[in-house]
């Protein structure tokens, strides 16, 4: 099997000074009128934040990898690279084939527009266009099961709801990689398995899954394969079990 | 099942070489249509007018300045009367100064979408034009009803001039948009201050007065305004006199090469570090 998604040595750095530097024109003008020949604010070594360290791992057709690690482990930074999202510091990433991402709950969606009109919308926005999003689009409402609600404006929708056509959007369009983040947490029990059984069916149709969470029994009913990530360095990576039990051993939540 | 052909993404620290990806723009056209019109639609059921908001403007800045500027001042119009005469510069000056003031807010007003997905960012200032060049679509046809009503039929050489006028401001527009929407990610004032110059602006084109009240060494360096060059060579054909001032329009055609490939550069520069910063 070919690997689809190859990171190498990823590293990515946040600025977390107290105040931003020059957020306004105004005080970018007035900056350099009071310091004209100091290029910039320098920066210290504190300021810095590195949200992502030597991150290094690669991933073959057909898999789906589950990332756990406690909050602000890296985790959303990690994929948000891998979405293109935001650019690293360091390092490179290879994928290969479009990628369809769903880390919010309800992202790009638009509450003045109904549900029937924000599915060609995020269709759009993940790159595909209107036939296939006509083709699809039956088995999109039947899995999210929204039917009575797609004249319904956006802003009435409940979370669950929007989590159940998300997921649904993203599952049923044409992209090899599939990234969820967290997501499925807002939808009830019976969506979760519903989701679980798709993403088995996706993965034996040779799409490769990302799927970010901290329920233990969704991952191990999942996944094969999981990375622990903790404070921007990848703590372990292996077999479901075990790397669940490491992290648990390890108590980072 | 897929069709398409699978490209490896290739992700670095550094921008990628191409100034613009017109194989992934193509790929998604779509969004950009769908973002035009969303824009479209929420506005329209937001505003109580809305149609009739997009020829309000014109209409009302016409009878205005038909008042103060033709009556009152009593400043020159040509061979046409000055109603007609300051409308057919409205139109192109309001296509211009909602295009690239809509454009310049378009990444903040899609942030969301940009923290959360990826798409070629580029396609949120350039939808903003495609819905300022529907406006102006609609307001063409203001033109051209106000032309009928006065007698007036503009010369044929108006079906050349005119796409000639809409491409250049689509470019033009395009690069300030560009432009300024990446600026205004970093410093978010530039909104505020963004309508003023824009009022300014528009008192050093020729809009509200013929081009041929300057002197000629003004007028070349106004022309480096590219819609100078785009409103003296359409109000030619349309009053049906004397000869295209092409001295102008090409100095507008290059200057809007010009403007469109900085926006382009700046953007491209910068947009790897809009989720960052948004």
């Known amino acids: 099997m070919i690997s689809v998604i190859e990171v190498s040595h990823i590293y990515k750095k946040y600025k977390i000074g107290e105040s931003p530097p020059y957020f306004t024109l105004r005080d970018a003008i007035s900056g350099i009128l009071q310091s004209p020949f100091r290029k910039k604010r320098e920066t210290l070594e504190e300021d810095e934040f590195w949200a992502l360290r030597n991150i290094t791992f690669s991933i073959k057709q057909g898999e789906i990898v589950g990332v756990v690690g406690s909050n602000g482990a890296g985790k959303s930074t990690m994929l948000k690279t891998l979405c293109r999202i935001t650019a690293p510091t360091r390092g490179k990433i290879i994928l290969t084939g479009s990628v369809a991402s769903l880390l919010d709950v309800g992202t790009g969606f638009q509450s003045e527009l109904t549900g029937r009109e924000n599915i060609f919308l995020n269709g759009a926005i993940l790159g595909m266009d209107r036939n296939e999003v006509k083709c699809k689009f039956r088995d999109i409402v039947a899995f999210s099961e929204l039917e009575k609600f797609l004249d319904t404006p956006f802003k009435y929708y409940s979370s669950g709801m929007f989590v159940r056509l998300g997921f649904a959007i993203a599952a049923y369009l044409n992209s090899e990689i599939l990234i969820f983040d967290e997501v499925l947490a807002a939808g009830d029990d019976a969506f979760q398995k519903k989701a679980v059984n798709k993403m088995k069916e996706l993965q034996s149709n040779g799409k490769t899954i990302i799927f970010v969470s901290h329920n233990m029994d969704l991952l191990q009913s999942l996944c094969k394969r999981v990375i622990c990530l903790h404070k921007g360095v990848i703590e372990a990576d292996g077999e479901t079990r075990q790397i669940i039990q490491y992290y648990l051993e390890h108590n980072y939540q | ?278």
């Open chain 2, 1 to 278: 099942m897929g069709k398409k052909t699978i490209r490896e993404i290739i992700i670095g620290p550094k921008s990628s070489y191409h100034l613009i990806d017109l194989h992934e723009l193509w790929q998604y056209r779509e969004l950009l249509l769908v973002l035009a019109w969303r824009d479209i639609k929420i506005r329209y059921k937001q505003t109580l007018l809305g149609i009739a908001w997009v020829v309000f403007q014109p209409l009302i800045n016409m009878v205005i300045f038909s008042f103060f500027f033709g009556k009152v001042a009593k400043i020159p119009s040509g061979n046409l009367p000055y109603p007609l005469f300051v409308l057919s510069g409205l139109i192109f000056w309001i296509f211009f100064s909602n295009a690239i003031s809509n454009a310049s807010n378009s990444l903040i007003i899609n942030e969301d979408m940009i923290k959360k997905v990826y798409f070629p960012k580029m396609i949120a200032p350039l939808a903003t034009i495609l819905t300022a060049l529907l406006d102006f679509a609609i307001n063409l046809v203001l033109l051209a009803g106000s032309l009928l009503l006065f007698g007036r039929i503009p010369s044929m050489a108006t079906f050349v001039i005119l796409p000639i006028c809409i491409i250049v401001t689509v470019i033009t527009t395009s690069g300030i948009g560009l432009f300024l929407s990446a600026v205004n990610v970093k410093y978010r004032d530039v909104r505020y201050i963004l309508p003023f110059f824009i009022q300014l602006l528009l008192f050093v084109t020729p809009i509200i007065y013929p081009a041929n009240m300057l002197k000629k060494e003004h007028l070349y360096i106004i022309a480096l305004n590219p819609m100078t060059g785009i409103v003296t060579a359409f109000r030619t054909v349309i009053e049906r006199s004397g000869t295209i001032d092409y001295s102008l329009l090409i100095i507008g055609c290059i200057s809007s090469l010009m403007i469109f490939f900085i926006g382009l550069v700046y953007f491209h520069k910068t947009e790897r570090f809009f989720a960052d910063i948004v």
